[in-house]
């Protein structure tokens, strides 16, 4: 699986930003994602996680870092093979490079960066003033 983000760039803060990541090699459908981020200086951190959802029959849950709950929606586009993050109400300490990864099936940690096999290169996200 290869995934490729991209979408960052230097907002103002309250602005918004839409993260994508393009994802080859499997069926987004047959994969559980998330996005992380990680900050200078900083440990990698769970934004936001979507569940596998087989054959997209059911709709996927998803879960979210409490705070960016109520401001950042994680989706996926199956039909272009795409996970996004949109992003709303951007504050300078959601400043960091933001990562997409991906897990094939279900997993048991959804936030543990451990269990996540399939990682982007990041793309940067940039709020300030």
């Known amino acids: 699986v290869q995934l490729v983000e991209s979408g960052g760039g230097l907002v103002q803060p309250g602005a918004s930003l839409r993260l994508s990541c393009a994802a080859s090699g499997r069926t987004i459908s047959s994969l559980s994602m998330g996005w992380f981020r990680q900050a200078p200086g900083k440990e990698r951190e769970f934004v936001a996680h979507?569940?596998?959802?087989?054959?997209?029959?059911?709709?996927?849950?998803?879960f979210y870092l409490d705070s960016v709950k109520g401001r950042f929606t994680i989706s996926r586009d199956s039909a272009k093979s795409t996970l996004v993050l949109q992003m709303e109400s951007l504050k300078p300490e959601d400043t960091a490079v933001y990562y997409c990864a991906a897990a094939v099936g279900n997993v048991r940690a959804p936030m543990s960066s451990r269990d996540y096999d399939y990682w982007g290169r990041g793309t940067q996200v940039t709020v300030s003033s």
């Open positions: 979507i569940a596998y959802s087989a054959a997209g029959l059911f709709p996927s849950r998803t």
